[in-house]
């Protein structure tokens, strides 16, 4: 909210600011950190993706909400597959730079933090591996080992479940959840038969 003393009212965007600068200062400290280098994985961020403050042309902004998304490596998960740690750097990291700004310290950021997904990570030696590139190989579509930098639901399997779970499918990810988003029919099918064989041999049917 505004604080009219003083002899003027204090502008939340502008308070919004010290926030923003002090999350990017800690993406950028991250980006640098040698544990959090993968071979598969970009590094962990702290990306803002929504800004809501201010109500008028004419009026000072009395609130400013920040939105980020934060991406962190399955290895910096705690003991039960989740990210208190990160929650903890990244709160301590508002806290210090709100301490440093005489409003903000009387009036310090609230933060919600919104519900979590789990990150995960499958050793490129599980059986699971294998057996899917050597079927993907096999139907004369050569895959990789790679990572994916966004959440997908076999990483519940993998944290949770004792399942180690991968990614695997046709098309082009990078059209995934984009307006062109499509999968050729040749794919699709060469897809089908990589899995119906990975099954098979994985389960020990032939």
Same mark, same amino acid.
């Given at each position: ?121 499958? /050793?490129? +030696? &599980?059986? *699971?591996?294998?057996?899917? @590139?050597?079927?993907? $190989?096999?139907?004369?579509? %050569?895959?990789? =080992? ?31 959840? /984009?307006? +062109? &988003?499509? *999968?050729?029919?040749?794919? @699709?099918?060469?897809? $089908?038969?990589?899995?119906? %064989?990975?099954? =098979? ?6």
């Amino acid at each position: 909210q505004p604080d009219w003393r003083e002899g003027g009212a204090v502008n939340a965007i502008d308070k919004a600011d010290v926030v923003r600068d002090a999350l990017r200062r800690l993406a950028d400290d991250w980006r640098r950190r040698p544990d959090n280098r993968h071979p598969y994985l970009s590094p962990p961020d702290v990306v803002p993706c929504v800004i809501d403050g201010g109500d008028w042309p004419v009026t000072v902004p009395a609130s400013c909400s920040l939105t980020y998304h934060v991406a962190y490596l399955p290895a910096h998960a705690d003991a039960d597959g989740w990210g208190a740690d990160v929650v903890r750097e990244i709160a301590e990291r508002i806290a210090d730079a709100a301490s440093r700004d005489a409003w903000l310290a009387e009036n310090p950021p609230a933060i919600t933090w919104a519900p979590e997904v789990p990150s995960s990570e499958v /050793s490129p +030696d &599980e059986p *699971v591996v294998a057996e899917l @590139l050597a079927a993907s $190989a096999d139907v004369g579509r %050569v895959g990789r =080992v790679a990572g994916l930098d966004n959440w997908h639901d076999g990483a519940t399997f993998t944290r949770f479940g004792a399942t180690p779970s991968v990614c695997f499918g046709p098309g082009d990810v990078r059209l995934a959840h /984009s307006i +062109d &988003e499509s *999968v050729p029919v040749d794919d @699709l099918v060469d897809c $089908a038969r990589a899995l119906a %064989v990975a099954a =098979v041999r994985f389960c020990g049917a032939a």
